[in-house]
């Protein structure tokens, strides 16, 4: 895996959390799993997504792993605060060889692929992990669907500093278009992908503060020092273009992103 170029911030973790709760109903509405299903979830990070599919099934046993310590210990925090008693979490890397093979009934992931250097082969773990008829739900998002107005060149160029820093890190904040392809080439049958997108503008101050603000643009606003350390832009330029870009989140600015969902079968 890369490492999280986000980082591990509280500030951070506010973003995801706000993430989690405008996209909730974009992108888990149909994450419903049938009752008694044993589920594992990968890549957890600090629980904003966990949160969300542990209390929309009630009913099911999740188990939410992750790498980092830290965002275990935040996430298992956050779901005791939230009563739920359905979610075990486990401080592990996927590839821990003790982890156990057809124990669990469907596993997902989440904004997780993109920052693995190898996500096929992480599948195919995964895959070695769900029983035959279970399947694997992946979600992720495409930073080359950002559309947006009023555009320029300086605010187009602060998202591509992202994007080149997921790259040379061997993650990919592009990898929504791949999910179709991804899916297949690991070896699930009956893949389907549906697109999942969100547009803001100012008749809906929620996506608005919640997702162009809150969400995308502090993505983007949090890899400046390292995009500017990186020699892949100037302060000057960058200042520039945030500003540009925060104009999209203004009385005639408008903003639109596309997720992508895509699940599979375990033969």
């Not at 697109?195 to 503008?201: E, G, L, Q």
């Not at 949090?222 to 832009?233: C, D, M, P, Y």
Request: aromatic residues 8%; contains cysteine.
């Amino acid at each position: 895996m890369t490492d999280y170029i986000h980082g591990y911030t509280k500030k951070e973790t506010r973003r995801l959390s706000d993430q989690a709760a405008t996209l909730s109903h974009l992108i888990h509405c149909d994450s419903l799993f049938p009752e008694g299903s044993s589920i594992l979830e990968i890549g957890c990070g600090t629980g904003s997504q966990t949160l969300i599919v542990g209390s929309m099934n009630p009913l099911c046993r999740f188990t939410s792993i992750d790498i980092s310590e830290q965002s275990i210990k935040i996430a298992k925090k956050r779901t005791e605060e939230a009563g739920l008693n359905n979610i075990t979490f486990i401080n592990t890397d996927i590839n821990t060889p003790d982890l156990l093979t057809g124990t669990f009934d469907h596993a997902l992931f989440c904004f997780v692929l993109e920052h693995l250097v190898d996500p096929v082969s992480v599948i195919q773990r995964v895959f070695q992990m769900v029983k035959p008829g279970g399947t694997i739900t992946a979600i992720e998002g495409d930073h080359g669907s950002a559309c947006f107005y009023p555009e320029t060149e300086k605010a187009m160029k602060t998202i591509n500093c992202q994007v080149m820093l997921q790259q040379k890190a061997g993650g990919d904040a592009n990898i929504g278009r791949r999910l179709y392809p991804l899916l297949e080439s690991a070896g699930l049958k009956n893949v389907s992908v549906s697109p999942r997108i969100v547009y803001a503008d100012n008749s809906r101050p929620d996506l608005v503060e919640g997702f162009t603000k809150k969400t995308f643009i502090a993505m983007i606003e949090g890899v400046k020092e390292n995009a500017i350390s990186h020699g892949l832009i100037s302060e000057e330029d960058w200042d520039e273009g945030i500003r540009d870009l925060y104009l999209s989140s203004g009385s005639s600015g408008t903003f639109s992103y596309t997720f992508y969902k895509g699940i599979g079968v375990v033969p």
